[in-house]
C-alpha cells in the first residue's frame, strides 16, 4: 500500500505560469514533509520542506501548502521557468529517520 | 567534497554475482541512509546509520543485501548472489545529525546504476 501517492504522472506547463504539483498521503504519523526535484542521471535535489505544524513554507518561486485533515500537500512554482523541467518527488517523514517518497511528478515547462 | 559522493556511477554484472556499491557521504554528516529507485518508482528506503551502527534496516529485501560503515563514514552497501530484479538505481544520502524533521534535511548523492544481466 503506497503511503505517498502523486496522482499525476505528468505535467505540461507554459513558461511563466504556475505550475502546481500534488501529493497525497495516508500515514497520519508523518509530522514533516520535503520535496525534491530530479535531473536525469543524477540524485534528487532537495527543494524545499514544512513542518506539520505549519500550513504554508515558502522559498523565492517555491511554495509548498501542506493540508492535514485532508492529507495532501501541493508545491507551487511561479513563475515557471524551463530549468525547472523535471521530476519532482514529494516525501515525507515521521518518527523514524527514512523518508517515503511518492512516485514524481514529470514537470515540462514549455518556452 | 562538496557533496555526497558514489562509485562507482555505473555498474554491470551477471546474475549470481557479488557486488559493491561505495558511498562518501557530506563531511561531519553522522547519519548516512541507503535507498534503492527502481524505473518508474520514487526511492524506497533500504538502510540507515546513525555513526557506524545500522540504526535501522528494516527496508533491506533480503539477507542477499548487507551494508556497513566501519568508521562512520564512508559506507559500502553489499549484494551477494544478485538477480535480475536487483537492477536499479542505489542512492545514498547523508544527514547532519539523524535527529529527523525539517532541520535534518537528507542530501542525496547522484547514485549507482546496477545492471544485473
Known amino acids: 500500500d503506497q503511503q505517498v501517492k502523486q496522482n499525476s504522472p505528468s505535467l505540461s506547463v507554459q513558461e511563466g505560469r504556475i505550475s502546481i504539483l500534488n501529493c497525497d498521503y495516508t500515514?497520519?504519523?508523518?509530522?514533516?514533509f520535503l520535496w525534491y526535484k530530479k535531473y536525469p542521471a543524477e540524485g534528487p535535489t532537495f527543494l524545499i520542506s514544512?513542518?506539520?505544524?505549519?500550513d504554508k513554507n515558502e522559498d523565492g518561486r517555491f511554495t509548498v501548502f501542506l493540508n492535514k485533515s485532508a492529507k495532501h500537500l501541493s508545491l507551487h512554482i511561479v513563475p515557471s521557468q524551463p530549468g525547472d523541467s523535471a521530476v519532482y518527488f514529494c516525501?515525507?517523514?515521521?518518527?523514524?529517520?527514512?523518508?517515503?517518497f511518492g512516485g514524481g511528478t514529470r514537470l515540462m515547462v514549455k518556452p | 567534497g562538496a557533496g555526497v559522493s558514489q562509485t562507482p556511477s555505473n555498474k554491470v554484472t551477471e546474475k549470481g554475482k557479488y557486488v559493491e556499491l561505495r558511498c562518501d557521504p557530506i563531511s561531519g554528516h553522522t547519519a548516512l541512509y541507503w535507498y534503492r529507485q527502481s524505473l518508474g518508482q520514487g526511492p524506497e528506503f533500504l538502510i540507515y546509520?546513525?555513526?557506524?551502527?545500522?540504526?535501522?534496516d528494516s527496508g533491506l529485501p533480503n539477507d542477499r543485501f548487507f551494508a556497513v560503515r566501519p568508521e562512520g563514514s564512508v559506507s559500502t552497501l553489499k549484494i551477494q548472489r544478485t538477480e535480475r530484479g536487483d537492477s536499479a538505481v542505489y542512492l545514498c544520502?547523508?544527514?547532519?545529525?539523524?535527529?529527523?524533521?525539517?532541520?535534518?534535511?537528507?542530501?542525496f548523492g547522484p547514485g549507482t546504476r546496477l545492471t544485473v544481466l
Open positions: 544520502a547523508s544527514s547532519n545529525n539523524g535527529a529527523g524533521g525539517v532541520s535534518d534535511t537528507q542530501y
Open positions: 500515514n497520519s504519523m508523518f509530522d514533516y
Open positions: 546509520f546513525q555513526g557506524t551502527g545500522a540504526a535501522d
Open positions: 516525501a515525507a517523514g515521521g518518527a523514524g529517520n527514512m523518508l517515503t
Open positions: 514544512i513542518s506539520s505544524i505549519k
